[in-house]
């Protein structure tokens, strides 16, 4: 089966991403996506085949009033399988106007506690696996230079670009260091193990994840970040510093 989430990447930006339930699951799959304004269609194809990623579709922000509800449908290639359209999905009803409101204020507190942008790479969790993987054992290699030690192809998903307030750990009295920490809208598919790259280069790993709700949505959520060991491979995930642009000032 299929699962299919549509989240808030950042202010301006839906996301539709996917994924193939089940870790067993090894070969290439392409997905088509559609589009509705009502839950039970019509349906119009926006775009695809594509392979397995997160892809950015919608201006959520812009003049848009209603939701849009999304379907894919699966084409399995060789094994020649495919599932039928999968039914309608959308943001929370709550979370058009009401959430998207809070969001926007969310975004514009992280803006003025000295928010920025970050690159946040979202760690792949289904797809064909690394050439490393050894399903017999069930290993693989951790410092693997192309999956990145996630045993997925790529390793990780195109990079989300988030604004988040990001701040420092501090040595406590009780000589235990607080964590560093970032604070960014919430995504639904964040997860412990995703890799956060600042502007300057500074890796790293997201541990624990707490998420702050407005009227039961989700709205922000506060990462623990990991300082990247500088031996590590994720050291070497290739970035592309140009999708950061300029940070803006907040008003
Ligand atoms: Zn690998």
Not at 80 to 104: C, H, M, N, W
Request: charged letters at 25%.
């Amino acid at each position: 089966m299929i699962s299919l989430s549509v989240l808030l990447a950042d202010p301006g930006t839906i996301r539709v991403s996917w994924g193939l339930q089940g870790m067993e699951y090894n070969c290439p799959y392409r997905v088509t996506l559609y589009r509705s304004e009502g839950f039970s269609g019509p349906f119009s194809k926006i775009g695809g085949p594509f392979l397995p990623e997160v892809i950015s579709v919608e201006d959520l922000l812009g003049k848009k009033t209603r939701p849009y509800y999304y379907a894919v449908e699966v084409d399995l290639g060789e094994a020649q399988v495919r599932f039928p359209r999968i039914g309608g999905i959308t943001l929370s009803a709550d979370l058009i106007p009401l959430a998207k409101e809070a969001l926007r204020k969310t975004i514009r507190s992280i803006r003025i506690s000295r928010g920025r942008k970050i690159l946040y790479y979202p760690t792949r969790t289904s797809g064909p696996y690394c050439s490393c993987f050894d399903r017999v054992n069930g290993r693989w290699d951790k410092a693997c230079r192309s999956c990145f030690g996630t045993k997925f192809q790529a390793g990780f998903y195109n990079p989300l670009v988030l604004h988040a307030a990001i701040v420092a750990g501090q040595v406590q009295d009780s000589g235990k260091d607080s964590p560093t920490s970032a604070i960014i809208p919430a995504i639904s598919m964040a997860r412990k193990g995703d890799v956060v790259v600042e502007r300057e280069n500074r890796r790293w790993i997201v541990g624990e994840i707490s998420v702050g709700e407005y009227a039961r949505v989700p709205v922000r959520q506060t990462l623990q970040l990991l300082p990247l060991d500088s031996s590590s491979v994720l050291q070497e995930l290739p970035v592309d510093f140009s999708l950061l642009g300029i940070d803006e000032v907040a008003r």
